[in-house]
């Protein structure tokens, strides 16, 4: 179970079902300029990201399409992952679209709260089939 939040390049209409985004730039270069930015991050398989903060998790589903359209985050476990959102939004001008929520982020007010609330769901979810 994971808290997911999609990277794009624009903000768009949810409801807009023939939505197709922009594409975010070629496969390999963005695993480097990602690795750049984020030292611990592991592309060992150029599919699928791996990295370990203080106390969460996060694997980056980038697809096997040389062309990339956005990047799925799978984040994990606990400590507070926003700060490594708001790099990768202001590093490459992308936006990030809650899952949780279905709102896009605002890079100068991301709040954990939909993290927050994320983990006490969770928590209550795993506490009630024990």
């Known amino acids: 179970m994971s808290w997911d939040i999609v ?3 624009e903000k768009f209409d949810t409801n807009d079902k023939d939505y197709l985004p922009p594409t975010l730039g070629k496969r ?3 695993i480097s300029q990602l690795t750049n930015i984020l030292p611990n991050l592991d592309f060992s398989d150029e599919s699928w990201g791996i990295m370990e903060g203080d106390g ?3 694997e980056f589903n980038i697809g096997n399409n040389e062309d990339v359209d956005s990047i799925m985050l799978h984040i994990r476990g606990g400590g507070n992952p926003i700060k ?6 202001q590093e490459f001008k992308w936006e990030s679209l809650d899952c949780s929520t279905g709102d896009f982020m605002e890079l100068n ?3 954990n709260e939909s993290w927050t609330k994320f983990q006490t769901w969770r928590d ?3 506490k009630r089939d024990k």
């Open 109 to 111: 007010n991301v709040s």
């Open 7 to 9: 990277l794009l390049k």
């Open 124 to 126: 209550k979810i795993f």
């Open 56 to 58: 969460f998790s996060i």
């Open 84 to 89: 490594i959102i708001q790099s990768i939004m």
């Open 28 to 30: 390999i270069e963005l």
